[in-house]
């Protein structure tokens, strides 16, 4: 039972929940319940919100699982859902206060990062760590425009092609595609300024 | 994903940084956040919860759905079967055997059976031999249970079972089959049967002629001729086409008293 369901589908497991089997939506959990999570919590930056995003999100998967049509895949179908809890989060929450953790948090990741860097600078060998090279990093996503980040949080968590992240953002096919481009871009640039490289 | 790869520094991070995958790289080695335990069961709790709540919900009201349906299909027919009875009785003809045509039946097989040599005839007989006959008399006189002035339609339901039974010898009818034969017309039957047809002096010369015409087309010229002599007596002045008048002459000569 337990490897027949392993086996099987994302789509025949939503089905097969649809259809009241609860051991289906386990199986279908364990698969992402990372993913989404990551997802979240990078959008937000604070493991509570992640946590009642993250929530939101596999709830709303339960109540409109007999809905899902198998028109697109369920992993689009899921992130889909997860995109717009977070804009109906964004559209809920003060604007204000978003604003005020988005910059708490980078000030926070700057001045960490700015710490680890002028200690890593003055060792002997001059190398990055990889720790502060990630923590470089995720300071330059916190940094990215909300579109922008959200396509390339996608591209690197979800694993979507740019087509289906075009389906989940509800944008154009090229719009997705430049937006992934100028995040590239401009996480290139964060590193380099904070790196002290020349690009 | 591999974790915590080691990353270029230096020059080469500067030829990295260029590198549209270096990013990625860099961000697929960061640790993934992952969700609670406590989450993760509140989660699959609520999932089954939710799951137990439709099927609850779920199995009743498919059986109520597919009740409603059956019941629904089953008035439907009902309704329609009903409709359908009282359209058959409202459209089936009504057949009443009148005395009168009883009467006409037993003179008819009493007339009969004195002509022919007395020999029985079979009930399967008579039917195979009538029923062309009544079937034309039928299709003759649908019409005539539309609003018709009543001596018209009697007289031309009689008329024509007269002259089905006349262009046949064995003469076998089923009145009985004959709706709204009428005294008058039983009257004028039986008078033409043994000498001519006896039509009602109500009737106008055009219909009179229109008549001649018809048992002309039949070739009934010895009717046809008595019916002239009515015209010709009853409507002196009405004009008669010359060649009805020479087409009858011989007939008309037989038939004058």
């Known amino acids: 039972m337990t490897e027949s369901i392993t086996e099987k589908t994302d789509e025949q497991l939503i089905k097969d929940y649809a259809g009241g089997s609860h051991f ?12 989404t999570y990551h997802y979240c919590f990078r959008q937000v930056s604070t493991p509570a919100l992640a946590d009642e995003l993250h929530q939101d999100v596999w709830l709303k998967v339960i109540k409109s699982a007999a809905q899902f049509k198998q028109q697109s895949s369920f992993k689009t179908w899921l992130y889909k ?26 000030r926070e990741h700057h001045d960490n990062s700015g710490e680890a860097y002028s200690q890593e600078q003055q060792q002997p060998d001059n190398k990055l760590q990889n720790k502060q090279l990630q923590k470089l990093l995720l300071n330059g996503i916190e940094e990215l425009p909300r579109e922008q980040k959200e396509v390339f949080l996608l591209h690197e968590i979800s694993g979507l092609s740019l087509h289906d992240i075009a389906l989940v953002t509800q944008s154009s096919f090229e719009s997705t595609k430049s937006r992934l481009r100028y995040a590239g871009k401009k996480l290139h640039r964060h590193l380099a300024r904070h790196l002290g490289v020349e690009l | 994903m591999s974790k915590h790869t080691k990353h270029p520094s230096g020059a080469a991070l500067e030829k990295h940084l260029k590198d549209d995958t270096f990013i990625s790289e860099v961000y697929q080695d960061i640790p993934c956040p992952e969700p609670s335990p406590h989450l993760n069961q509140a989660i699959i709790t609520a999932a089954g919860k939710h799951n137990r709540t439709s099927l609850w919900w779920r199995q009743p009201s498919s059986w109520a759905a597919t009740i409603v349906i059956f019941s629904l299909v089953g008035m439907l027919t009902y309704h329609t079967l009903e409709q359908e009875k009282d359209t058959a009785s409202s459209m ?31 009930q399967a007989k008579v039917e195979a031999d009538t029923k062309p006959y009544v079937i034309s008399v039928q299709e003759k006189t649908q019409h005539l249970s539309q609003p018709a002035p009543e001596p018209q339609a009697a007289e031309f339901r009689a008329r024509s079972a007269f002259k089905a039974m006349h262009k046949n010898d064995t003469r076998q009818l089923n009145f009985a089959r004959q709706p709204l034969a009428s005294e008058e017309s039983f009257a004028g039957e039986t008078a033409t049967e043994q000498t001519a047809p006896a039509f009602s002096p109500a009737l106008s010369a055009e219909q009179l002629l229109k008549q001649i015409q018809l048992l002309i087309q039949s070739k009934d010229f010895k009717q046809a001729a008595v019916l002239l002599q009515q015209l010709q007596e009853n409507y002196p002045q009405h004009p008669v086409d010359p060649i009805i008048l020479k087409q009858l002459a011989p007939w008309q000569r037989t038939t004058k008293p």
């Open chain 2, 92 to 122: 089936e003809p009504v057949y009443s055997p009148s005395p009168v045509t009883a009467v006409l039946s037993d003179n008819k097989s009493d007339n009969l059976s004195d002509k022919s040599s007395k020999q029985p005839v079979s």
């Open chain 1, 81 to 106: 859902i997860a995109h717009n809890t977070l804009m109906d989060y964004y559209r809920k929450s003060e604007k204000r206060k978003h604003l005020m953790i988005i910059q708490t948090n980078t």
């Open chain 1, 24 to 35: 289906a939506f386990e199986a279908l959990y364990k698969r992402y319940k990372n993913p």
